[in-house]
């Protein structure tokens, strides 16, 4: 069982940044596949970026290629998600999820087993 905790949310200007983190409770953080997933009013919970074990691979979609980055200190239980050149259409609630299943960055949302409460971001224009 791991409990995940994000934070960092908030609201910033079109074309600016924000650094989202999620910690975990439990010693086995290191053995989880860490994930990001975003879900905006309407829409179905989109994947934005993916972490193996070691940090050695990731994953993410077009949408956020080469904008956002992930990242985990697994002596610090924590996984980020740092965001840049933000635009409105990234406004959304983000998750973070972890997966004991997997060894690589997976993106089904079905894959994962437990999820944080999430964190609002909005991107105002």
């Known amino acids: 069982q791991v409990q995940l905790v994000e934070s960092g949310g908030g609201l910033v200007q079109a074309g600016g940044s924000l650094r989202l983190s999620c910690a975990a409770s439990g010693r086995t953080f290191s053995s989880y596949v860490m994930g990001w997933f975003r879900q905006a009013p309407g829409k179905e919970r989109e994947f934005v970026a993916g972490?193996?074990?070691?940090?050695?691979?990731?994953g993410y979609p077009d949408s956020v290629k080469g904008r956002f980055t992930i990242s985990r200190d697994n002596a610090k239980n924590t996984v980020y998600l740092q965001m840049n050149s933000l635009t409105p259409e990234d406004t959304a609630v983000y998750y973070c999820a972890a997966s004991i299943r997997f060894t690589y960055p997976v993106r089904r949302s079905t894959a994962y087993d437990y999820w944080g409460q999430g964190t609002q971001v909005t991107v105002s224009s």
């Open positions: 972490i193996n074990q070691s940090g050695g691979s990731t």
